[in-house]
């Protein structure tokens, strides 16, 4: 039986305020909910020891609140759908959503007093109730500017919570769609990454990002079945006039991010014999300049060397 331990509040009694959902409800507990007030999710498991530590910190805030804000947890051993949507990889992970939409997130077991600051953010930044659909584009534009934020500070685990929180939302966000992909690509994940981009609406966007995208893919693609970059420079130590082995040394170096030494191999090789395999050399030194893009460093040096070259 529940009983009310807060009878000074009989209009918001604390279990309206936080509850137990799952995967099924999430749509009707949080969605829906949330355009009533801001709602919380505390994802959790329970062999997780900090999901023990701060949960009664997030009800403690949430009750605290009074209405204006709510909390749902969700097992993820027994609902692991809903997060696995929100690119949740380690809890406990809490999600807000505010208008029918996610507005933020933290990670890991923060203290009570930075739990609060947050629950005060979502709640003054929450749009008011039923609000109308062009707030929700403001909000996903806004969220994709962070996430690509995050991105570009090598914040993966954050810019995934991001782009995930989006998708839920729309999950034909070309932008949120094209930034996962990304994110599983500069994690090392490159089948995840097509996985992703495969979700990709027809037709498919002709800009800048996704063609960088679908040619790093491809450079990674090769240079999966290459042999160790070690390997490879002893080959040239012994035979400098091995191409093959500096074309393999170039797609190598690329895959492990190691821009501009890939360009200046290329650019050797050029010097040694431009019309090797059809300018393969140079062909490939393109591939380069359009996954990296335009204002990459190693663009800009690799198109430095190839002009020196060229019109020398």
């Not at 947050?118 to 500017?145: M, Q, T, Y």
């Not at 359009?290 to 663009?299: L, N, P, V, Y």
Request: proline residues 6%.
């Amino acid at each position: 039986m529940n009983v009310n331990l807060n009878p000074a509040a009989p209009s918001a009694p604390p279990v309206a305020l936080v509850k137990d959902s799952t995967d099924r409800a999430f749509k009707a507990d949080v969605i829906d909910a949330s355009l009533e007030a801001p709602v919380l999710v505390d994802f959790w498991a329970p062999w997780c020891g900090p999901c023990r530590s701060l949960s009664p910190n997030i009800e403690k805030v949430v009750k605290e609140k009074a209405g204006k804000i709510r909390l749902v947890k969700i097992n993820i051993d027994e609902n692991p759908s809903i997060a696995g949507q929100l690119g949740v990889q380690s809890i406990p992970a809490v999600f807000a959503f505010a208008g029918g939409r996610p507005v933020d997130a933290f990670l890991g077991n923060i203290p009570e007093s930075e739990v609060r600051k947050f629950a005060d953010k979502v709640i003054a930044a929450a749009p008011p109730a039923a609000a109308g659909a062009g707030s929700l584009e403001a909000e996903i534009k806004n969220a994709v500017v962070a996430a690509k934020e995050a991105l570009a500070a090598g914040d993966l685990g954050r810019a995934a919570q991001i782009f995930g929180m989006v998708l839920q939302s729309q999950p034909e966000n070309t932008e949120a769609i094209l930034g996962m992909a990304r994110v599983y690509l500069k994690a090392g994940e490159p089948e995840q990454a097509q996985a992703v981009l495969d979700t990709l609406p027809d037709p498919k966007p002709k800009g800048d990002d996704y063609a960088s995208l679908v040619a790093a893919l491809k450079l990674m693609s090769e240079a999966a079945e290459l042999s160790e970059i070690a390997e490879l420079e002893q080959k040239l130590e012994r035979h400098p006039d091995d191409h093959q082995a500096r074309f393999d040394l170039a797609l190598a170096l690329n895959a492990e991010g190691k821009r501009i030494e890939a360009a200046e191999q290329l650019v050797t090789l050029m010097k040694r014999d431009r019309s090797w395999s059809d300018d393969a050399a140079r062909k490939k030194l393109l591939d380069f300049f359009e996954a990296w893009g335009a204002r990459d460093a190693a663009t800009l040096r690799g198109r430095r060397l190839l002009s020196a070259l060229l019109f020398s």
